[in-house]
């Protein structure tokens, strides 16, 4: 069985006209690992995403997706929706190996059910997709990429505004795909999240840091990533965890 390669950033510059998004970015995401994506509204977390996900091409420099198959969970959720069930969107997971008119075999529908099951939308199969909660309409999402088996996940801002059950299940999901071998990219505002994953990457439209979550979320780091955005607690104290990072949950560009 071959060994899965990591996927390799290197020099990676993207520009929107005249605006800078990211700037010589290199880093590398390592099989079995979960990376949290921290910066302010701006700082090139969607971006970074949508190149790992083939959706922008480099203006300079490489990405390296080592033959992964990628699932990307965007930030926000497409708007107008076809008249589709929970369970039809969770298969359309399986297209993209059968093709949208190929016919499922066994393994397909396995895939689904198991999916369907780890996010915990199986009963929500039958209801029309539009008509759930914000937090079962993405754990359906969540449940459509897992579907397709991938082995990197990326998930934009996945918890933001959801119950916190939906907020244990996706987190569950980030877990068990390290387990499996998975890479998970995942951006996030908040500081505990990015505390449980493998490796967090401060972002500025630049890489400030990258490393583990102990070297990298300190104070001096966090308020060179955020600046006017990170404010100290009350009693004067600078340690991390006595940090509040302050955003808007925008969109980078």
């Not at 977390?45 to 033959?67: F, H, I, Q, Y």
């Not at 008509?131 to 897992?146: F, K």
């Not at 801002?157 to 996706?170: H, M, V």
Request: glycine content about 10%.
């Amino acid at each position: 069985m071959t060994t899965p390669r990591p996927i390799r950033v290197e020099r990676l510059s993207i520009s929107y006209g005249p605006v800078t998004a990211l700037s010589d970015v290199t880093i590398e995401f390592s099989p079995g690992t979960a990376t949290a994506l921290m910066g302010a509204n701006g700082s090139g977390k969607t971006t970074l995403l949508e190149c790992l996900a083939g959706l922008l091409d480099p203006m300079t420099g490489s990405v390296d997706l080592a033959d992964h198959t990628i699932a990307y969970v965007r930030q926000h959720l497409p708007q107008g929706w076809m008249p589709l069930t929970a369970g039809e969107v969770v298969t359309m997971g399986r297209y993209g190996r059968r093709g949208l008119l190929g016919r499922l075999r066994s393994q397909d529908h396995d895939a689904v059910a198991q999916a369907a099951e780890r996010l915990g939308v199986s009963d929500l199969f039958g209801r029309q997709f539009g008509e759930l909660s914000g937090g079962q309409r993405q754990r359906v999402i969540v449940a459509q990429a897992l579907a397709s088996q991938p082995t990197a996940l990326l998930l934009d801002e996945p918890l933001t505004g959801l119950d916190i059950p939906s907020q244990e299940r996706i987190l569950a999901v980030i877990a068990a795909a390290t387990a499996d071998g998975a890479i998970v990219v995942v951006s996030t505002h908040h500081l505990d999240e990015a505390r449980h994953c493998d490796q967090v990457a401060l972002l500025a439209g630049r890489v400030v840091a990258a490393g583990r979550p102990d070297a990298v979320l300190v104070a001096e780091l966090l308020r060179e990533t955020y600046g006017p955005r990170t404010l100290g607690d009350h009693h004067g104290h600078d340690h991390p965890h006595s940090l509040l990072v302050l955003d808007d949950h925008g969109h980078d560009h």
